[in-house]
C-alpha cells in the first residue's frame, strides 16, 4: 500500500489544505484542533469561541494543537486513532 507521510511540524498545512481535510470528514475546521493538548490548554482557548478561520492560523502556527493522526483517501477523512474507521478506510 501506498501513502505519504508529511510531518506538519516541518510543513504546517495551509488554510486551504485543512478546509479541504474538514470537508471530507464532513467538519469544519474548527473541528481539527484538539482541545485536550497542551498547547491548546496553555492558550486558555475555548473551542466554541474560535471561528474556522481563526482555527486555520492557530494551526498554522502551532500544528501540535491539531488532532492526529488523520488519514484520508482523498475522498473520507478519519481523525484520531480510531482503528475500526481506519481498517475501513484502508
Same mark, same amino acid.
Given at each position: 500500500?501506498?501513502?505519504?507521510?508529511?510531518?506538519?511540524?516541518?510543513?504546517?498545512?495551509?488554510?486551504?489544505?485543512?478546509?479541504?481535510?474538514?470537508?471530507?470528514?464532513?467538519?469544519?475546521?474548527?473541528?481539527?484542533?484538539?482541545?485536550?493538548?497542551?498547547?491548546?490548554?496553555?492558550? %486558555?482557548? /475555548? @473551542?466554541e469561541n474560535?471561528?474556522?478561520? &481563526?482555527?486555520? !492560523?492557530?494551526?498554522?502556527?502551532?500544528?501540535?494543537?491539531?488532532?492526529?493522526?488523520?488519514?484520508t483517501d %482523498?475522498? /473520507? @477523512?478519519?481523525?484520531?486513532f480510531k482503528? &475500526?474507521?481506519? !481498517?475501513?478506510?484502508?
Open positions: 500500500m501506498e501513502y505519504e507521510y508529511r510531518n506538519i511540524l516541518k510543513e504546517p498545512p495551509s488554510f486551504e489544505e485543512l478546509q479541504k481535510l474538514a470537508s471530507m470528514g464532513g467538519m469544519e475546521v474548527v473541528h481539527l484542533l484538539n482541545p485536550k493538548s497542551k498547547g491548546f490548554k496553555d492558550k %486558555g482557548l /475555548k @473551542l474560535i471561528s474556522s478561520t &481563526e482555527a486555520g !492560523e492557530i494551526i498554522s502556527e502551532n500544528p501540535r494543537i491539531m488532532c492526529r493522526p488523520l488519514l %482523498g475522498e /473520507k @477523512l478519519v481523525v484520531d482503528p &475500526e474507521e481506519m !481498517e475501513k478506510l484502508l
